[in-house]
Every structure is written in structure tokens, then in C-alpha cells.
């Protein structure tokens, strides 16, 4: 089992800027990839960015050149510095780790931080 915490969230002005931050801990062997996701009301849930344990990137084309993803993986940890923020980008925003094990992926979620941003 993954547990996944979270912090960082909040209110921010439109222009703004957050950084979200995500520690794991329990059973974190084998974790691949580290990263966040989130939901708007009324809308499903979407990524915006992971991290995978060799360092590759993926954002989702709504954050890309605002947002910017890092983990480090000997502390289990994952951050999102999100700049340049818009109303858009109001939801929770989870963590979610993903790793392989007993020949299956698994997937745990932290419990979410809201982020509103005002314009």
C-alpha cells in the first residue's frame, strides 16, 4: 500500500502562482510513475503532469510552458510549481502514484487539494 499526502493548495489571484507538493510513503518500491491530476466540477477527472522514475515528462497541453513537474525519487516526493495561473485551472488536484507489482500496475491517489484561482 502507497500512502499520498499532499499540500500546498489554496487561493491565488489569476497570474498567480502555487506550488503543490506530495510525499509517499508505505510500500513505495517500485513506484514508476509519480504525478498529478485533477477535477473541475462537473467535469471528469484529467492529468496535467507525471513523471516517470528515469525522468521523463508529460503535461497536458492546457499547463504546458506553465506548469513544471519534479520529483525526487530517493525521497519519494513529487512537487508541481504552477505559474501563470487562470480561473481554468480551478479543481482538486491529486496525486497519484503508479507502480508495478506481482505482475499487475496499481494506482493510488492522495486525498486532493483545492486550488482556486480568482480573476
Known amino acids: 500500500q502507497v500512502h499520498l499526502v499532499e ?4 487561493l491565488v489571484q489569476s497570474g498567480g502562482s502555487l506550488r503543490l507538493a506530495c510525499a509517499a510513503s508505505g510500500s513505495t518500491l517500485s513506484i514508476y510513475v509519480m504525478g498529478w491530476y ?3 466540477p462537473g467535469k471528469q477527472r484529467e492529468l496535467v503532469a507525471t513523471c516517470t522514475s528515469a525522468g521523463g515528462t508529460n503535461y497536458a497541453d492546457s499547463v504546458k510552458g506553465r506548469f513544471t ?5 530517493p525521497e519519494n516526493t513529487v512537487n508541481l510549481q504552477m505559474n501563470s495561473l487562470t480561473p481554468e485551472d480551478t479543481a482538486v488536484y491529486y496525486c497519484n502514484a503508479r507502480k508495478f507489482s506481482f505482475g ?8 486532493g487539494t483545492q486550488v ?3 480573476s
Not at 7 to 10: E, I, K, V
Not at 69 to 73: N, P, T
Request: glycine residues 18%.
Open 38 to 40: 485533477r477535477q473541475a
Open 116 to 118: 482556486t484561482v480568482s
Open 7 to 10: 499540500s500546498g493548495g489554496g
Open 104 to 111: 499487475r500496475w496499481y494506482d493510488y491517489w492522495g486525498q
Open 69 to 73: 513537474i519534479s520529483r525526487d525519487k
